[in-house]
């Protein structure tokens, strides 16, 4: 709402919006029509829906994901990745598909980040539009971010 794609002005548009997103769902293929229908039968002839069920069915593709049984209801704050596992949870190398062949993992900060530049000084002017390979400040580590910077003092 605060990025102004969900139009406020349209009465109990949060609570709906709310409503459709947390449903129990399969797949997101289901969700996403379930969410189309949703909002367009609680706010029939309104054309103000149209964007607004796109941008929930947005909100849901990046926050949802059934098969995991992951949504902001099971880990409410896990934003992130410095303090604490984030999405590290699960993609850490150790955990498997549930046909156990292949490795959950993205635990390269590439794998989600494209960095375009780091460092000091001259370095700050190497911009590489195509990303560069992390690089901890200081000594070279191995493992999770949260490994070290575990949120306390």
Not at 44 to 64: D, G, K, L
Not at 86 to 107: E, M
């Amino acid at each position: 709402m605060s990025l102004g794609t969900i139009d406020r002005s349209l009465p109990y548009i949060k609570t709906n919006a709310v409503y459709v997103l947390t449903r129990p769902y399969t797949n997101e293929t289901q969700a996403l029509q379930a969410i189309a229908t949703g909002l367009a039968e609680r706010y029939p002839n309104e054309p103000r829906v149209r964007p607004i069920i796109s941008a929930v069915q947005e909100i849901y593709t990046n926050n949802f994901f059934p098969q995991m049984k992951a949504s902001w209801k099971v880990y409410p704050d896990n934003i992130g990745h410095k303090d604490w596992p984030g999405c590290f949870r699960c993609h850490d190398g150790l955990h498997k598909t549930a046909d156990g062949k292949r490795s959950i993992k993205a635990d390269d900060c590439n794998a989600c980040h494209t960095i375009l530049t780091q460092g000091s000084g001259a370095e700050l002017e190497q911009i590489t539009p195509k990303g560069q390979k992390f690089k901890h400040p200081g000594d070279e580590v191995d493992g999770a971010c949260n490994d070290c910077h575990t949120g306390g003092l």
